[in-house]
Protein backbone atom coordinates (compact mmCIF):
# COMPACT_ATOMS: atom_id res chain seq x y z
CA UNK A 1 0.00 0.00 0.00
CA UNK A 2 2.53 2.29 0.93
CA UNK A 3 4.47 1.84 -2.60
CA UNK A 4 1.43 2.61 -4.24
CA UNK A 5 1.17 6.08 -2.43
CA UNK A 6 4.89 6.37 -3.55
CA UNK A 7 4.31 5.88 -7.09
CA UNK A 8 1.12 8.45 -7.18
CA UNK A 9 2.86 11.02 -5.18
CA UNK A 10 5.70 11.01 -7.26
CA UNK A 11 3.85 11.11 -9.99
CA UNK A 12 2.31 14.11 -8.89
CA UNK A 13 5.96 15.52 -7.94
CA UNK A 14 7.16 14.57 -11.18
CA UNK A 15 5.59 14.31 -13.61
CA UNK A 16 6.12 12.88 -17.14
CA UNK A 17 7.17 14.94 -19.70
CA UNK A 18 5.94 12.85 -22.68
CA UNK A 19 3.04 10.37 -22.77
CA UNK A 20 5.15 7.75 -25.57
CA UNK A 21 6.59 9.89 -28.05
CA UNK A 22 4.94 12.71 -27.85
CA UNK A 23 4.89 15.71 -25.29
CA UNK A 24 2.37 15.62 -22.73
CA UNK A 25 -0.06 18.54 -23.20
CA UNK A 26 -2.92 17.98 -20.14
CA UNK A 27 -2.72 16.70 -16.87
CA UNK A 28 -5.93 16.09 -14.90
CA UNK A 29 -5.17 14.99 -10.94
CA UNK A 30 -8.76 14.55 -9.75
CA UNK A 31 -7.07 14.48 -6.09
CA UNK A 32 -8.03 18.01 -5.83
CA UNK A 33 -11.66 17.31 -8.03
CA UNK A 34 -11.99 18.24 -11.32
CA UNK A 35 -14.42 18.78 -14.37
CA UNK A 36 -16.88 18.18 -11.46
CA UNK A 37 -16.01 15.07 -10.19
CA UNK A 38 -15.48 14.00 -7.02
CA UNK A 39 -12.14 13.97 -5.48
CA UNK A 40 -10.30 10.96 -6.42
CA UNK A 41 -6.92 9.22 -6.29
CA UNK A 42 -6.49 9.13 -10.61
CA UNK A 43 -4.45 11.53 -12.56
CA UNK A 44 -5.28 11.81 -16.10
CA UNK A 45 -2.88 12.25 -18.83
CA UNK A 46 -3.11 13.05 -22.21
CA UNK A 47 -0.30 14.12 -25.28
CA UNK A 48 -0.35 16.30 -27.84
CA UNK A 49 -2.18 13.85 -30.30
CA UNK A 50 -5.04 12.28 -28.23
CA UNK A 51 -3.04 9.57 -26.45
CA UNK A 52 -3.92 9.06 -23.06
CA UNK A 53 -3.01 7.36 -19.54
CA UNK A 54 -5.11 7.37 -16.79
CA UNK A 55 -3.10 6.39 -13.21
CA UNK A 56 -4.66 5.35 -10.23
CA UNK A 57 -3.92 2.89 -6.95
CA UNK A 58 -6.68 -0.23 -7.19
CA UNK A 59 -9.37 -0.27 -4.61
CA UNK A 60 -8.62 -3.99 -3.85
CA UNK A 61 -5.16 -5.30 -4.51
CA UNK A 62 -1.73 -3.52 -3.80
CA UNK A 63 -0.84 -2.27 -7.40
CA UNK A 64 -1.63 0.75 -9.16
CA UNK A 65 -3.90 0.59 -12.76
CA UNK A 66 -2.67 1.75 -15.69
CA UNK A 67 -5.04 2.50 -18.40
CA UNK A 68 -3.55 3.38 -21.75
CA UNK A 69 -5.48 4.68 -24.25
CA UNK A 70 -3.71 5.32 -28.11
CA UNK A 71 -4.75 6.69 -31.65
CA UNK A 72 -3.44 5.63 -34.94
CA UNK A 73 -3.94 5.57 -38.75
CA UNK A 74 -4.31 2.06 -38.50
CA UNK A 75 -4.43 -0.95 -35.79
CA UNK A 76 -0.58 -1.61 -35.87
CA UNK A 77 0.03 1.55 -35.60
CA UNK A 78 -2.35 2.15 -32.49
CA UNK A 79 -0.07 -1.13 -31.08
CA UNK A 80 3.08 0.30 -31.50
CA UNK A 81 2.57 3.69 -29.76
CA UNK A 82 0.35 1.70 -26.65
CA UNK A 83 3.58 -0.78 -26.61
CA UNK A 84 6.07 2.09 -26.37
CA UNK A 85 3.50 3.91 -23.74
CA UNK A 86 3.22 0.26 -21.48
CA UNK A 87 7.59 0.28 -21.97
CA UNK A 88 7.32 3.85 -20.20
CA UNK A 89 5.08 3.42 -17.53
CA UNK A 90 6.84 0.03 -16.64
CA UNK A 91 10.17 1.90 -16.70
CA UNK A 92 8.67 4.36 -14.49
CA UNK A 93 7.01 2.58 -12.13
CA UNK A 94 9.97 0.17 -11.02
CA UNK A 95 12.24 3.30 -10.57
Do not use: C
Not at 40 to 69: C, M, Q, W
Amino acid sequence: MQKMRTVMAGLRDHTLNHLGEYAIANVKDYLYGTDGLPVSDVISLENTVGDKAIIRPSGTESKVKVYLFARGASKEESQHKLSIMTQQFNRWIQQ
